[in-house]
Structure formats: structure tokens, C-alpha cells
């Protein structure tokens, strides 16, 4: 049952999808007409809630993946595909010690969040004060700030202030200059994951992973989605799609050399 301060997420006749708090004497209004919030207090997830001008909305709770996408940004907000590949390929799980930049609009700490679960610790570095006020307001907004959670308005490459963490997750332009700082603050074994839009970054952090020689093996690919249509007999891919997002740059800390294993892409003639 929706309660007053609860998130809703509102979907039109054409699919079109809004998000608000509810407040008692509050008022959602589109082109479709007008809805009281009152009308919505007590309903049902899941179900119908028609304007005064007629037209039908469904509501429901918002899921993650509504909500940033909707949440007021700061800086470029990470893609649903992105987030989904990132959790499982940096394999964050319950109770995990896990180090992030840049916050930006705080959608990848959420998701980060809710994967470690109460036991894990995250520690996220944003350099803009901004963006930083920013990511706690969006965090707090979709799941209230748990104290699990260290917000530093800190720029990372001048220092990871953590020992030993269990995975080092990078959204931000230049993360070739955090290498260094892994030395002491990823464990050996230990996951490093950065989202980078371009090639030509893409190339400068694998010639930098390499050349420490403490990492392998090291992975990069991209994921796509496509949506289908399916209505009747026309079930073919949709006409439109995001065509790029960002590469995944990945690889795990060891603690020797692996200078005599093969170069990073020979995984895939034995096996993902
Ligand atoms: C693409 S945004 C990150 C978006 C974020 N993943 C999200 O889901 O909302 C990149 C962020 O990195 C921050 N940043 C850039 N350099 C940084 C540094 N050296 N230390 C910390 N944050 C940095 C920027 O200010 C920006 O907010």
C-alpha cells in the first residue's frame, strides 16, 4: 500500500513514466489532466489511478533503474546496462570493501550499495563539491544515506585513504593515475574496474595496467542492448537503440609478475 512520503512511479497511456514523492493535499498533473495524491495514499502497487479529465495511469514503487534515470543529475549519469554488467563483472557481493569515484550523480553508488549489503563498506571519492551535495541528496532521496556508505568530496588521485579493499570501481576521465595508489589499497586478488567512453582512454589505462605489471589478466569489451518489438506478427529488434555508453575496463590484482602469462586477450581461446 503507497503511504504519504513514499516514491511513486507513475506510467501514462503511452508508456511515459513520472516519479514523485507523495504528500498529503499534493497534486500529480500531466497533458492527461490532474491526480490527487490523496486518491493514491493507501492504493495498491500495481494498480489504476484515473485523472479528472479520464485517463488511466498504473503506479507503482519506482525500481533502481527508474529512478536514475530520472533523478536530477550533476554529471552524466551511468547507463542501467552499464550498472547490471559492472556488479556482476567487478563480482561485488555482501559485505564487500569496495572504493569508487567519481560519486558524480550517486546512481552507481546506490547500485553499489545495494550489493554489499549491510556487512559490505563503501567508500565513494567525488571532487566537485557540487556534485558531491548532489549524489547525497539522490542517494538519500531513493534509499536514505546509510552509515555504511563514506562520502569524501576528495579528489582520488591524490590518495585512497583506504588499506586492502576488495574491489576499486572507476567512473571518472583519467584512471590510469589511481594505479599507483592500488599498491597498498587493493588486495592482491582484488578487482579493478573502470568505465571509460573513448578508445584513445581505453588504450592509455591498459598500457598503464600492463606496464605495473600487477595486474592480469586484463579484459575490455562493451555491453549493448537491444530492445525487441513484439506486437502481432511484427517481432523484429526495435528501429532505435543506445548505440554506445562506455567500455568496461577490468582486471585483477596479483601479487606477483604475470609477465610470462599470455597477453590479455587470450582468455578467450580457452574459455570465458
Ligand atoms: C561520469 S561522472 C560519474 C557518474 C557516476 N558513476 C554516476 O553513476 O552518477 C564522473 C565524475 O567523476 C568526478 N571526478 C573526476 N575526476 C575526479 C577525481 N580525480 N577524483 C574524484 N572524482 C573525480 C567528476 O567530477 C564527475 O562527477
Request: glycine residues 8%; charged residues 25%.
Amino acid at each position: 500500500m503507497f503511504s504519504e512520503c513514499d516514491l511513486v512511479l507513475i506510467i501514462d497511456e503511452k508508456g511515459r513514466k513520472y516519479i514523485f514523492r507523495l504528500k498529503k493535499g499534493g497534486k500529480f498533473s500531466s497533458h492527461l489532466g490532474t491526480i490527487e495524491h490523496n486518491d493514491l495514499i493507501g492504493k495498491e502497487e500495481g494498480s489504476m489511478a484515473k485523472s479528472q479529465l479520464g485517463s488511466e495511469f498504473l503506479i507503482f514503487k519506482p525500481l533502481y533503474k527508474d529512478y536514475i534515470v530520472k533523478m536530477p543529475r550533476g554529471a552524466q549519469v551511468i547507463y542501467p546496462k552499464d550498472v547490471a554488467t559492472i556488479l556482476l563483472w567487478a563480482d561485488i557481493f555482501p559485505g564487500a570493501r569496495v572504493v569508487e569515484a567519481g560519486t558524480g550523480s550517486g546512481a552507481l553508488t546506490i547500485a553499489l550499495l545495494r550489493a554489499i549489503g549491510t556487512t559490505g563498506m563503501l567508500f565513494s571519492y567525488e571532487i566537485r563539491e557540487d556534485f558531491y551535495k548532489k549524489a547525497m541528496k539522490n542517494i538519500e532521496e531513493f534509499m536514505s544515506l546509510p552509515n555504511n556508505l563514506i562520502l569524501k568530496n576528495k579528489d582520488i588521485y591524490e590518495g585512497i585513504d583506504e588499506d586492502i579493499v576488495d574491489r576499486v570501481v572507476l567512473d571518472l576521465p583519467e584512471p590510469w593515475h589511481v594505479i599507483p595508489l592500488l599498491e597498498n589499497s587493493l588486495k592482491n586478488g582484488g578487482i579493478f574496474l573502470a568505465l571509460l567512453p573513448t578508445t584513445i582512454q581505453v588504450m592509455n589505462l591498459v598500457d598503464s595496467l600492463e606496464a605495473s605489471r600487477r595486474f592480469y589478466p586484463i579484459e575490455v569489451f562493451e555491453t549493448m542492448l537491444r530492445y525487441w518489438n513484439v506486437r502481432g506478427q511484427s517481432v523484429r529488434p526495435e528501429h532505435f537503440m543506445v548505440g554506445h555508453t562506455a567500455f568496461i575496463v577490468i582486471a585483477r590484482k596479483v601479487a606477483g609478475n604475470p609477465s610470462l602469462f599470455p597477453r590479455s586477450m587470450e582468455h578467450w581461446k580457452i574459455g570465458f
